[in-house]
């Protein structure tokens, strides 16, 4: 474009102003716009003064959760009304002065602050947010304008080709915007179908993870066919493409196929649920918490989450606390002095083991074995069952201790390196509670 030509653009678009500014039906949707805008603000401003629900935030009351939203739409009040003023607006200029192209522009503008506004107000998410606003907000505003046609026409013009390939920013575009909600949209109904399978208590829980797994691989694979379908591609030459993806998934992606079957297989042959107890091969534990596509997840009693690649518990050795029942058997080791008749000690000590409200009389009643001789006394353990992890909010093994030495002090029965004394008259051989 040469600057003649600018110069013959500039003095067309100023003859076009003068034009504008000289006619009367330019002044007369000037007016129009201009009382449309006061109506707008006038009847917003006096909405929210008199009505409660946008007068103050609501507290409390039925349905106060719409009550609340209602207060939250406030400031929307003032251009949804001036974009409807300007709708009947440019259909009376079109009756009374046949031209009405100033008030559409007016109800374009109007429109695009409206989006706006709804943008900010409900689009709370960082990154959509941005996309909406910069993305979002500039595409309505050339299709309000009249321009989207030729700007999408555009758009295929600025393309790339590679024999019969051919990749436009149009395509590009395309795939962004429909691929980001259409993949949005997926993991948001993905989520909502898991949590609604896992909530199924009737079910047993590997058919509600397996479930969930099916759902997850169901629903994106139903968005990438659908993206590829939006985006004009002929699913048939997909073909050629699908043989150098599985040759990549078996060179560079070996190891997430490996954990996304894993997974399958974990689910299938029932060795892992939710809820079981782990202790991995390397020494870690925690309760088997979520069994996602490439990991699990194990919690901690110390509020730590380990994710665990899947394979993990397909090629290396791990132990199921809670695999086939919860109940667990623990033994607790002490020692007595020299001098003590060993044969009051097991009976002693069962009795007061027994006396814990979690300790169980089966599969066996809590057992007392002399296992070794030493130079200051003898070594005992008690071996008692119960039903949980010694680990978290249950402290078996703490509160045996407690009982134990509360037994032996009752009896007077010394451990090594304490005097013996004899047994107080006034307390029980056997002490009951911890």
Known sequence: MTVATLQAKFWEWLAVLEGWLASPQFYAQVIAIVVAWIIAKFVARQLVHRLPVLRREPTEGRLLRYQRLAFSCRGLIE?????????????????????SWLIRIAQSLALIRLLHALIMRFLTHPVINAAARWIGLPVAAIAALGYFGDFTLWLDGLALQAGNVRVSALAVAKAAVFGGILFWLGRVSSSTGQKVIRDQEAIDIQTRELAAKALEVTVFAIVGLLLLNILGLDLTALAVFGGALG???GFGLQQIASNFISGIILLLERSLKIGDYIELDNGKSGILKQMNMRSSILATYDGKEIMVPNDTFITTQFTNWTHADPYQRYEVRFSVAHGVDLHLVPPLIEAAVSSHSQVLQAPEKPDVELREFTDTGANFTVEFWVSGIDEGRNKFSSEIRFLIWDALKGAGIPMPGQPQNPPPSTQPSVQGQS
């Open 247 to 249: 040759v990549g998934l």
């Open 79 to 99: 251009p949804a009304l001036f974009v409807l003023l300007m709708m009947v607006a440019s259909s009376i200029a079109d009756a009374a002065l046949g031209s």
